[in-house]
């Protein structure tokens, strides 16, 4: 098995527009994702959407560094989960994990609705929540460098590679390589 460096991709692993459809969910299951999925409907039409897209990017930042299964709520209480989510707001902004086209405010706009459905978590259930909010400019930068430092195994980004994206100015189409 062959690990490289997230920094090997500097277009992105997941490209913009990346289409969830017939994606099953297999890292985060069983009752964690219910909790986590049952906050959607709390979620006006227009932010639901982005909080969707924001767990499938977290399915797949889980699948693609190899992470255990998170399976239960007490899963979600761990400082491991804790460690995850920071490395996650890493990868969201780092251009080596999503399309170097997706602009500032739509990765943070991803953040914000990920947090938000952890927050809504957290009021029927202990879980342990990074706030993003928190975190400073240099602060972020650092969770960047910590998700590009880490090692994923290529024959996953392999997989990921080639997805079907769309565009929603120029229709669809079969992403380049190095993309999503």
């Not at 430092?149 to 997805?163: E, F, H, M, P, Y």
């Amino acid at each position: 098995m062959s690990q490289v460096s997230p920094s090997n991709f500097p277009k992105g692993i997941i490209g913009k527009g990346h289409k969830e459809k017939d994606f099953k969910f297999l890292v985060l299951s069983d009752s964690a994702l219910g909790l986590i999925q049952s906050q959607l409907d709390s979620l006006p039409p227009s932010q639901r959407r982005s909080a969707n897209r924001a767990l499938f990017y977290f399915e797949c930042f889980l699948w693609l560094t190899n992470h255990p299964p998170i399976a239960s709520a007490l899963d979600l209480r761990t400082n491991a989960f804790l460690i995850v989510q920071r490395l996650f707001y890493g990868a969201l902004h780092s251009k080596c994990f999503l399309a170097a086209d997706i602009k500032h405010s739509g990765r943070r706009r991803l953040v914000l609705y990920f947090f938000k459905l952890l927050a809504g978590v957290s009021k029927s259930t202990h879980i342990n929540i990074f706030v993003p909010s928190d975190l400073t400019d240099s602060q972020v930068k650092e969770c960047i460098a910590q998700f590009e430092s880490i090692r994923v195994d290529s024959v996953r980004v392999a997989k990921l590679t080639g997805w079907h994206v769309a565009n929603r100015n120029a229709g669809s189409k079969t992403s380049s390589a190095g993309t999503i």
